[in-house]
């Protein structure tokens, strides 16, 4: 029989995914279980975290991802044919990053905001999240952008050269 398809955590491998945090986020630990990572966004606000969750290929499927965001946050569910006004794609090397942005009614109390990104990548689905009162998801909005496009994936547990090195290539 096939494994629990809907939740089951993807084993990461060392060193596969990396990004450049941005200042002032400060960066957690993993669970131990689904979280990989964690990052603390405010030290004003420590219980907003942007959360890093790797799931399997199966779990890649946008439209179920939306809705549930959606409903997380108070909106409507959207329909396939709504999503090109919801999602927006970032190509970052050669993946292809799903992101949404997604506010709550204005009559919600506290009115939410959600900024999430999706990243498939070799068989993993790679998720990242940041949920909470609009006001303070939205002073993040491109510390999440930012974070976002500097993620990049290492096919060996090799660290990446030094910036220097980086920075001499070609640019992306």
């Known amino acids: 029989p096939a494994p629990n398809a809907d939740m089951t955590p993807a084993a990461p491998a060392q060193g596969e995914i990396q990004w450049t945090v941005p200042q002032g986020w400060k960066q957690l630990p993993g669970d131990g279980q689904m979280r990989y990572a ?28 939306v809705v549930r965001w959606e409903g997380q946050v108070g909106l409507p569910p ?19 990053i799903d992101t949404v942005d997604l506010t709550g009614p204005e009559s919600a109390n506290p009115r939410l905001r959600m900024l999430a ?3 498939p990548h070799e068989g993993q689905t790679w998720f990242f999240k940041l ?18 496009k500097s993620i990049h994936f290492g096919g060996s ?7 220097a090195a980086v920075a001499s290539g070609a640019a992306g």
């Open 38 to 65: 964690s990052f603390e966004v405010s030290a004003d606000h420590p219980e907003i975290q942007l959360t890093v969750i790797p799931l399997g290929a199966e779990a890649a499927d946008l439209l179920p991802n």
């Open 78 to 96: 959207s329909q396939m044919t709504d999503l090109p006004n919801v999602v927006k794609r970032v190509t970052v090397g050669d993946v292809n």
């Open 117 to 119: 990104a999706i990243a």
């Open 131 to 148: 949920f909470g009162p609009a006001e303070l998801i939205g002073a993040q909005k491109g510390n999440f952008e930012t974070f976002i």
């Open 157 to 163: 547990p090799v660290p990446p050269p030094p910036v």
